[in-house]
């Protein structure tokens, strides 16, 4: 039984039509990448996982909690919300607390823990990111790569079941790219479950157990990476890799 | 002919000037409760409450001060409702108050970006814990500023309700104008005091708008 799966996935924008029946499914510790031109609607279908866009039609499953067109009220949000992180291009840490209040708040005020346990897991979290001197520090005194990566503890605080990650590296300075994707290759190689959208295609083609080529709002190609990149089956991904070199 | 000093003026105007002051801060704050309650069905998720809310902003943003006075004070006790005048400028300032702060909270609360709403919803907040958590903390930093600069325009609408005979800085100004025949000495001291009142609000909004844009 996968840990993500959706079925008929329809999202329309007025009358644009961006998922067109989408039929994914992830399992436990996979690492997926999703890519294609802008447009795609490779980051849409990212964020109506957790719900962030509403769906027009299908059915999205993790983990055993499930949201449908006629399900889809705060309560059922907030439970599939539970079992899913993400992590965004432009950080949106919270600009008014601190590093660490930024990771505790969730687990204080949705987990209700105490303030020695969300403590404890906000410690362990900005060490996992290689941030445990920064617990004080406030957002705007990190630099790009150092507020990403706090935002992947954020999430992480949360333990999800799987982690979404859209374009993380895409608002950062080129140098400092490495240092989140040194993390999220770490979070891959722990066995994290997590689905991404980024334009980094060497980091994908390395991490990534599935690829999800989107095309014109449905999925076009999928596959093993190393596999899709050397023999593209449709014209459309041999297009798309073509225009990346 | 009765003669006046100077001191004798000035002891009137100061307590028609406490009384200014008196009203612009039951204005302020009892507006500040109510604007806050406006603001939160403005900006809610419930259709009949939102749209009482804009309906009472676009009312007493969109017509004078002077004439929702009139309404409540010779409108009302057309009806038998018979009200002194100090209760209707303090009840007519508060509504004017609530719908202005009302409505520049409002700002500030959607001048929070799109990402923190993202970010917390997805960290599965409810609405309620993203607001209190997440959203109005930074956009009371926002409205702090534009707050106190309203102040300024409450001191300064209290001066209207000398028009329905509440005896605050303008009317008292006006009775000793009419008694002393000095009303250039009057008034310019009438003035005066309003400046006393309003320059340093006016300043400190200044500097907390330096201040809190530099800050995070």
Same mark, same amino acid.
């Given at each position: ?63 055993? =909690? ?49 303030? =020695? ?14 941030? &445990? ?17 706090? =935002?992947? =503890? ?83 991904? &041999? ?7 | ?216």
């Amino acid at each position: 039984m996968p840990l993500v799966s959706t079925n008929r996935l329809h999202k329309f924008y007025g009358k644009n039509h961006v998922l067109r029946g989408i039929k994914l499914d992830v399992e436990e510790g996979e690492v997926v990448t999703i890519v294609g031109r802008s447009g795609s609607g490779k980051s849409t279908l990212l964020r109506t996982l957790n719900g962030l866009e509403s769906i027009d039609d299908g059915v999205i499953e993790v983990d055993g =909690a499930r949201l449908d067109v006629d399900h889809a009220d705060g309560d059922t949000l907030r439970a599939l919300r539970q079992k899913i992180g993400m992590v965004f291009q432009q950080f949106n840490l919270f600009p008014h607390l601190s590093v660490g209040q930024n990771v505790m708040l969730a687990p204080q005020v949705v987990k209700k823990m105490t303030n =020695a346990e969300r403590e404890g897991i906000a410690r362990d979290m900005l060490s996992r990111v290689g941030l &445990a001197e920064k617990f004080d520090a406030f957002p705007d005194q990190l630099s790009g790569g150092q507020q990403q990566r706090v =935002a992947i =503890a954020r999430a992480l605080a949360m333990s999800p079941k799987v982690l979404l990650c859209d374009e993380i590296t895409s608002a950062l300075d080129p140098e400092l790219v490495n240092e989140v994707l040194n993390v999220v290759r770490r979070l891959a190689a722990e066995g994290m479950t997590l689905i991404m959208v980024t334009h980094e295609m060497r980091f994908a083609r390395e991490v990534s157990d599935k690829l999800v080529f989107m095309h014109e709002g449905r999925i076009h190609e999928t596959g093993h990476p190393q596999e899709m990149f050397a023999r593209p089956a449709t014209p459309e991904f &041999a297009n798309f890799i073509g225009s990346l070199n | 002919m009765i003669s006046f000093s100077l001191w004798d003026i000035v002891r009137n105007l100061a307590i028609g000037g406490a009384l200014t002051l008196l009203l612009s801060l039951v204005a302020f704050v009892l507006g500040g409760a109510a604007g806050l309650l406006v603001l939160f069905a403005r900006i809610g998720k419930w259709r009949v409450p939102r749209a009482m809310a804009q309906m009472h902003i676009e009312l007493f943003q969109g017509t004078p001060l002077l004439l929702q006075l009139f309404t409540l004070f010779f409108g009302l006790s057309l009806f038998g409702l018979d009200m002194p005048a100090w209760l209707a400028a303090a009840l007519g300032l508060t509504l004017f108050t609530s719908a202005f702060l009302a409505e520049i909270w409002r700002g500030c609360v959607e001048a929070v970006p799109k990402g923190q709403w993202e970010a917390s919803a997805c960290l599965a907040m409810s609405y309620g814990e993203q607001m209190r958590h997440v959203i109005l903390p930074q956009a009371m930093r926002l409205a702090v500023a534009p707050t106190v600069g309203f102040a300024v325009q409450v001191v300064k609408g209290t001066a209207v309700t000398s028009i329905i005979g509440f005896a605050e800085l303008t009317k008292t100004g006006s009775m000793i104008a009419n008694a002393t025949f000095q009303p250039f000495l009057v008034y310019s001291l009438v003035a005066l005091a309003y400046f006393v009142l309003c320059y340093p609000l006016s300043h400190y909004a200044q500097s907390l708008e330096r201040k809190l844009h530099a800050a995070r």
